[in-house]
Structure formats: C-alpha cells, structure tokens
C-alpha cells in the first residue's frame, strides 16, 4: 500500500529525490515519516510529518533533506541534497493511521536502496 522509488547510486555531494505513492486506501493519515537502515545499524527516523504540515527532521540531515508530500498525488517525498556517504542505507517511508482511542496502524514501503559514494 506504499510504493517507494528514486533510491539508487549517487556521488558525494549529489541529489537523489525518493518518492513514496500511498494508496488511496489509507486515509485519516496524521504521519508522514521517512526512515533509513544504515548498513549495520538499526533503522532510524530521518525525517517526518504530521498532518497538518509540520516538519521535523534528524540533526545529521538538518539543511540538506527536505520532506514532502503531494496531496493531489497521493505522495510523499524526500528531497536528498549534499549527499554523504554516511547517507547511504535502505530508505523507508512509513505512515500512521489512528488515534488514541482506536490506536494506531502503521504502514511501511518496501524501501528503497541509497548509496552514496565518496
């Protein structure tokens, strides 16, 4: 129910934009995340956002990514700019559904592969 692309090979110093289609399914949707699993590490939150437009994004990546999504388009985006190897793992996008009172489901992309070389 979520498709990801746009991972692939880059450089140092170079662009990659991923994309995450949602399906038209999933609705009331109040989080919008992008994850990654660095090679030997556990997965990590890179950057999210909640319904309303608000945005967060981890410190390492802070100025360079950027988080996104297309209503129109049903999807969302990670905007990757001044790639550094350390960037380099397999990127998830991951949504939440729900509320406290009837809990919370959670969907995730079948991620997509990013490596940067140096």
């Known amino acids: 129910q979520l498709q990801a692309s746009g991972g692939g090979l880059a450089q140092a110093g170079g662009s990659l934009r991923l994309s995450c289609v949602v399906s038209g399914t999933i609705d009331s949707i109040n989080a919008y995340n992008w994850y990654r699993r660095a090679p030997g590490k556990s997965r990590e939150l890179v950057a999210g956002?909640?319904?309303?437009?608000?945005?967060n994004v981890k410190d390492s990546v802070k100025g360079r990514f950027t988080i996104s999504r297309d209503n129109a388009k049903n999807t969302l985006y990670l905007q990757m700019n001044s790639l550094k190897p350390e960037d380099t793992g397999v990127y998830y996008c991951h949504v939440t559904v729900g509320n406290i009172n009837v809990g919370y489901t959670n969907y995730w992309g079948q991620g997509t592969l990013v490596t940067v070389s140096s």
């Open positions: 956002m909640i319904s309303s437009g608000l945005t």
